[in-house]
T-cell receptor
């Protein structure tokens, strides 16, 4: 079946640095991808909708200058956490819809730890 | 999107059927019921979805009441690997829809 892959799966960085997370649809094209964030023992929170060839749409309360999203091709979306701080430490998950309606595929997630 | 209500946790014995309920009394006519699960520290996994009719696939069965205000996900023979948080989500269909996750039900399958 369709697969969505994220890289890296784990990243540790120093406060103030920027971190890029990649989300790839491996065997299908995705004009739209979604980025979620999940804190420990909490549910997934939608951060933004990534649109191929256009600007991302951010959910209320999510800083677009802090979380830069680029969807340059039909198989790749990237999330860059700029000037990361310890409070940005979280599990970041992307998803994309397959060709058939009704099913979203999720990546394995990327765990970010900011020291 | 309509809101859903699920019990925070449930237990099930290995090999028995697990029945996970979900209330979605404000569901509208063009909204589907989706079920996903998340095993610890992994991305969510699609299980099944339906509009009005009951659905079955290799993973589970979905029973939707006639008034569509509630549904039940059935795992016919639960295994230890089915221990996960199960999310019931109501949303419009289409290949480019966004899902809003609630708190879900933590299903623990016991040996």
């Amino acid at each position: 079946g369709a697969v969505v892959s994220q890289h890296p799966s784990r990243v540790i960085c120093k406060s103030g640095t920027s971190v890029k997370i990649e989300c790839r649809s491996l065997d299908f094209q995705a004009t739209t991808m979604f980025w979620y964030r999940q804190f420990p023992k909490q549910s997934l929170m939608l951060m933004a909708t990534s649109n191929e060839g256009s600007k991302a749409t951010y959910e209320q309360g999510v800083e677009k200058d802090k979380f830069l999203i680029n969807h340059a091709s039909l198989t790749l979306s990237t999330l860059t956490v700029t000037s990361a701080h310890p409070e940005d430490s979280s599990f970041y998950i992307c998803s994309a819809g397959g060709a058939a309606a009704g099913e979203l595929f999720f990546g394995e997630g990327s765990r970010l730890t900011v020291l | 999107d309509a809101k859903t209500t699920q019990p925070p946790s449930m237990d099930c014995a290995e090999g028995r059927a697990a029945n996970l309920p979900c209330n979605h009394s404000t569901i509208s006519g063009n909204e589907y019921v989706y079920w996903y699960r998340q095993i610890h520290s992994q991305g969510p996994q699609y299980i099944i979805h339906g509009l009005k009719n009951n659905e079955t696939n290799e993973m589970a069965s979905l029973i939707i009441t006639e008034d569509r205000k509630s549904s039940t996900l059935i795992l016919p023979h639960a295994t230890l690997r089915d221990t996960a948080v199960y999310y019931c989500i109501v949303a419009r269909g289409g290949s480019n829809y966004k899902l809003t996750f609630g708190k879900g039900t933590l299903l623990t399958v016991n040996p």
